[in-house]
């Protein structure tokens, strides 16, 4: 059975550090993986979706990276500001077709 | 932009009522999901439908079920609600059908209250 774990789950950083959060899965066989964001109270946002035949992907100061065979997944966030405080996911497709997430990694970025 | 709407942000019913949670997308996409989101739980699915009248259990179906009567509105519905019931609700769609996948767009929630 699929399971995500994000670390950590939550993390607390001055404004215009970079940071890093972590997603793992233990079952390699996925269509793709997907970084969401989570504003309390609030649905999800798609932030960057990785297929399972790519490495990285890109949008603005976030990069995504995807290493499958070691079940691993991270999200860089650069030059982090205040309205980045929200929660992230991760999620991964898996052979069925069903997302599988992760517990979240609640993000606070101190001004 | 693809629009995902909930009929009601909050809800509140009391223990045995029946209960339906609307969900509307106008993209004209395939997939359609419900999932409920609780505290140290995170995220589990409910019920997904892959076409209009097409449905199939998720995660954790028990005690609720669904309809999908047209392409572009999937409802939830607890035949009788129980405090467990509590929690936050989300609808989700998706464009390609199975086996491919893309991108979930989620809706805002609702978060039901079972008294």
Known sequence: KQEVTQIPAALSVPEGENLVLNCSFTDSAIYNLQWFRQDPGKGLTSLLLIQSSQREQTSGRLNASLDKSSGRSTLYIAASQPGDSATYLCAVTSNTGKLIFGQGTTLQVKP | ?115
């Not at chain 2, 909930?6 to 359609?32: A, I, P, W």
Request: include cysteine; glycine fraction near 6%; aromatic fraction near 12%.
């Open chain 2, 1 to 115: 932009d693809v629009k995902v709407t909930q009929s009601s942000r909050y809800l509140v019913k009391r223990t045995g009522e029946k209960v339906f949670l609307e969900c509307v997308q106008d993209m004209d996409h395939e997939n359609m999901f419900w999932y409920r989101q609780d505290p140290g739980l995170g995220l589990r699915l409910i019920y997904f439908s892959y076409d209009v009248k097409m449905k199939e259990k998720g995660d954790i179906p028990e005690g609720y079920s669904v309809s999908r009567e047209k392409k572009e509105r999937f409802s939830l519905i607890l035949e009788s609600a129980s405090t467990n019931q509590t929690s936050m609700y989300l609808c989700a769609s998706s464009l390609f059908p199975r086996p491919r996948t893309d991108t979930q767009y989620f809706g805002p929630g609702t978060r039901l209250t079972v008294l």
